[in-house]
């Protein structure tokens, strides 16, 4: 295969079977916000929250963290599906919301080894990878890819496990504030799947800086202005919204557009045809719509076949034929308008308002429900989850699948993961035969149905980190931060060091 510059890759191991998913495991906190009533507090519209963003989002507990969600969410995944731990030759976490600059997926190890200690099984190997992934929404596909290219090349006749965990929050009272959550979603990864394979070999790539897109420096902390009235350390993001959303569609559409480019068909062609199946990065319900809108534009300008057609619909959408020829051919460097202390403004008008008019037409509401409807109603109650947000989705879209006795196997899929900052992922998958059994032990409803819904001052409270114990609620088979090192000796130090417990 040639690519656009000439270059030639080794397409030789296209005929072997692809790497992939054998499993799926989801984690969600009990503590839980309805939008609705969360609307009720803030005076907000909740026919627009329903729209835009779902029904409700998850608050972790004052006794969970990022950590003690993931190991969950492993441990689900060992037990649900009879894995043997000594067969793990890797364990990767992705996730932007780790509170340790120095371990990162082996404090995840540690918890499972002492459960299944508890439990009469197995540790995971000693001889086990334990890497860390981070960039932004993004880093649980790249652990995913690096667990894929593990399991298919050094780490052949092992196993690996991937586990995508964060915790969304936003200042109270900021534009971001509905779209808020937590979760952790593990993936067992094979070199012959029994879930889905994952095909790296026609996958899309792209990434940009983008400056202050979406950050968490560090040094926020120290700043007077970064909120003072709460009672935790918060780990709200620095964020620009609009100039954010143009990140991730400009990113998102590149991505695909490689993906498209190196599997060698026009996207009027894929996007009807060729895929059955589409799952977003979702951080709330609009995104990955918006996302689509733009794509399936930018697929009518760049075929041969519907250009009568676009010129009718820029018509009827106010903007100019050429303009939008021109932005779609364009690549606009977003951060030189930071740079040069503008106001971000839309890289891709044109694009935009045509787009916006698509979405209200037939063939797209067709192409929503047809391509992009499975596990969609479910992932309204999940919240923002980012890194996990993306597997989520695919694991409420493949269980819905099974339980609904929808044909899937060698179906072509794809799913588009994006992290701000910004860099984007678009990687085909195809459903194996017999997916339906994994599938069906994803366990969407056991994460669902423990649930402690919050009223408004305990959402408060929970929210601005007030003292006081977690909820009451039956736990069981799950991690807690039991205690936080206090020792800053000499000769032994723990300070700021947690702690954690089983509880069985």
Same mark, same amino acid.
């Given at each position: 295969?040639?690519?656009?510059?000439?270059? *030639?890759?080794? #397409?030789?191991?296209?005929?072997?079977?692809?790497?992939?998913?054998?499993?799926?495991?989801?984690?969600? =906190?009990?503590?839980?916000?309805?939008?609705?009533?969360?609307?009720?507090? *803030?005076?907000?519209?909740? =026919?627009?929250?329903?729209?835009?963003?779902?029904?409700?989002?998850?608050?972790?507990?004052?006794?969970?963290?990022?950590?003690?969600?993931?190991?969950?969410?492993?441990?689900?995944?060992?037990? @649900?599906?009879?894995?043997?731990?000594?067969?793990?030759?890797?364990?990767? %976490?992705? *996730?932007?919301?780790?509170?340790?600059?120095?371990?990162?997926?082996?404090?995840?190890?540690? #918890?499972?080894?002492?459960?299944?200690?508890?439990?009469? &099984?197995?540790?995971?190997?000693?001889?086990?990878?334990? =890497?860390?992934?981070?960039?932004?929404?993004?880093?649980?596909?790249?652990?995913?890819?690096?667990?894929?290219?593990?399991?298919?090349?050094?780490?052949?006749?092992?196993?690996?496990?991937?586990?995508?965990?964060?915790?969304?929050?936003?200042?109270?009272?900021?534009?971001?504030? !509905?779209?808020?959550?937590? $979760?952790?979603?593990?993936?067992?990864?094979?070199?012959?799947?029994?879930?889905?394979?994952?095909? %790296?070999?026609?996958?899309?790539?792209?990434?940009?800086?983008? $400056?202050?897109?979406?950050?968490?420096?560090?040094?926020?902390?120290?700043?007077?202005?970064?909120?003072?009235?709460?009672?935790?350390?918060?780990?709200?993001?620095?964020?620009? $919204?609009?100039?954010? *959303?143009?990140?991730?569609?400009?990113?998102?559409?590149?991505?695909?557009?490689?993906?498209? !480019?190196? &599997?060698?068909?026009?996207?009027?062609?894929?996007?009807? !045809?060729?895929?059955?199946?589409?799952?977003?990065?979702?951080?709330?319900?609009?995104?990955?719509? @918006?996302?689509?809108?733009?794509?399936?534009?930018?697929?009518?300008?760049?075929?041969?076949?519907?250009?009568?057609?676009?010129?009718?619909?820029?018509?009827?959408?106010?903007?100019?034929?050429?303009?939008?020829?021109?932005?779609?051919?364009?690549?606009?460097?977003? +951060?030189?308008?930071? &740079?040069?202390?503008?106001?971000?403004?839309?890289?891709?008008?044109?694009?935009?308002?045509?787009?916006?008019?698509?979405?209200?037409?037939?063939?797209?509401?067709?192409? %929503?429900?047809?391509?992009?409807?499975?596990?969609?109603?479910?992932?309204?109650?999940?919240?923002?989850?980012?890194?996990?947000?993306?597997?989520?989705?695919?694991?409420?879209? %493949?269980? !819905?699948?099974?339980?609904?006795?929808?044909?899937?196997?060698?179906?072509?899929?794809?799913?588009?993961?994006?992290?701000?900052?910004?860099?984007?992922?678009?990687?085909?998958?195809?459903?194996?035969?017999?997916?339906?059994?994994?599938?069906?032990?994803?366990?969407?409803?056991?994460?669902?149905?423990?649930?402690?819904?919050?009223?408004?001052?305990?959402?408060?409270? &929970?929210?601005?980190?007030?003292? $006081?114990?977690?909820?009451?609620?039956?736990?069981?088979?799950? +991690?807690?931060?039991?205690?936080?090192?206090?020792?800053?000796?000499?000769?032994? @130090?723990?300070?700021?060091?947690?702690?954690?417990?089983?509880?069985?």
């Amino acid at each position: 295969m040639t690519t656009a510059r000439g270059n *030639t890759i080794d #397409m030789s191991e296209e005929n072997k079977g692809l790497p992939g998913v054998s499993a799926m495991s989801l984690y969600l =906190p009990a503590p839980r916000v309805d939008l609705e009533r969360w609307c009720e507090w *803030t005076g907000n519209s909740w =026919p627009k929250i329903l729209a835009v963003v779902g029904r409700s989002f998850r608050v972790p507990d004052r006794d969970e963290n990022v950590y003690t969600m993931a190991a969950t969410a492993v441990l689900r995944l060992i037990r @649900q599906n009879d894995v043997d731990p000594r067969e793990i030759g890797f364990l990767g %976490l992705g *996730t932007e919301s780790s509170t340790d600059n120095a371990a990162g997926a082996v404090i995840v190890r540690g #918890m499972v080894d002492r459960a299944l200690d508890e439990l009469g &099984l197995p540790r995971l190997s000693r001889h086990l990878e334990v =890497p860390e992934f981070k960039h932004a929404c993004l880093g649980g596909i790249y652990a995913l890819k690096g667990a894929c290219r593990y399991v298919a090349s050094d780490g052949a006749g092992r196993r690996a496990i991937v586990v995508s965990a964060d915790i969304a929050e936003y200042e109270r009272g900021s534009s971001g504030e !509905q779209t808020q959550g937590a $979760g952790a979603v593990a993936m067992l990864v094979d070199a012959e799947p029994k879930l889905f394979e994952v095909d %790296l070999w026609h996958a899309g790539s792209a990434s940009d800086y983008r $400056g202050p897109d979406f950050r968490k420096p560090f040094a926020r902390h120290f700043h007077a202005d970064y909120p003072a009235r709460h009672k935790r350390l918060a780990d709200f993001p620095i964020f620009s $919204g609009r100039y954010s *959303t143009f990140a991730y569609l400009d990113e998102t559409v590149h991505a695909v557009e490689m993906m498209l !480019q190196r &599997l060698g068909v026009s996207a009027g062609t894929f996007y009807e !045809q060729d895929v059955k199946h589409l799952f977003f990065h979702r951080p709330y319900n609009m995104m990955p719509i @918006q996302a689509m809108s733009v794509l399936y534009v930018r697929g009518m300008a760049r075929g041969d076949h519907r250009h009568d057609e676009l010129r009718i619909l820029c018509g009827e959408a106010g903007v100019d034929y050429e303009d939008v020829m021109r932005e779609c051919a364009s690549a606009p460097d977003l +951060f030189s308008i930071v &740079l040069e202390n503008a106001e971000p403004s839309d890289p891709y008008p044109a694009t935009t308002a045509l787009s916006s008019l698509v979405r209200r037409s037939a063939e797209f509401r067709s192409l %929503l429900d047809r391509k992009m409807s499975l596990g969609s109603e479910t992932v309204m109650d999940f919240g923002n989850l980012y890194s996990a947000a993306l597997p989520a989705w695919i694991a409420a879209g %493949l269980e !819905q699948a099974a339980s609904d006795r929808i044909e899937l196997a060698g179906s072509s899929m794809v799913v588009v993961g994006y992290g701000s900052g910004d860099a984007a992922e678009a990687i085909p998958i195809r459903p194996v035969a017999g997916w339906e059994k994994a599938a069906s032990r994803i366990g969407i409803e056991r994460a669902l149905e423990s649930r402690v819904e919050l009223t408004r001052a305990e959402y408060e409270a &929970l929210h601005d980190g007030e003292h $006081g114990g977690p909820f009451d609620y039956p736990r069981r088979d799950a +991690f807690a931060v039991s205690r936080i090192g206090e020792r800053y000796d000499p000769g032994f @130090q723990d300070l700021a060091v947690e702690y954690y417990s089983f509880l069985r």
